[in-house]
């Protein structure tokens, strides 16, 4: 069984940058993702990460945030910079172990505003 715990988020200004961990416990991950979701609106996937080191964004954060991995993608990060109001929304991440995605973390809400 997999727990994932995220942190990080919080309140920053327009062009500001946050930086958001996802800790993996229980087994080994595969793969990871982070999504985010506004209110009302369906869970998009913006960054993902395998253990083979392939990565993928979203185009709409693509340029602005990286996604990395450390300890087997124990811990990964999602290092946010140029941060827009649009950007605004909760952040999870997502894990998948042994060929079993589906692994959610409880979010953390990130608010860009001034």
């Known amino acids: 069984q997999v727990q994932l715990r995220e942190s990080g988020g919080g309140l920053v200004q327009p062009g500001g940058s946050l930086r958001l961990s996802c800790a993996a416990s229980?087994?080994?991950?595969?793969?990871m993702g982070w999504y985010r979701q506004v209110t009302g609106k369906q869970r998009e996937l913006i960054a993902h990460?395998?253990?083979?080191?392939?990565?993928n964004y979203a185009e709409s954060v693509k340029g602005r945030f990286t996604i990395s991995g450390e300890n087997a993608l124990n811990t990964v990060y999602l290092q946010m910079n140029s941060l827009k109001p649009e950007d605004t929304a909760v952040y999870y991440c997502?894990?998948?172990?042994?060929?079993?995605?589906?692994?959610w973390g409880q979010g953390t809400q990130v608010t860009v505003s001034s």
């Open positions: 997502e894990a998948c172990s042994d060929y079993v995605c589906g692994y």
């Open positions: 229980g087994s080994s991950i595969d793969a």
């Open positions: 990460i395998t253990r083979s080191g392939s990565i």
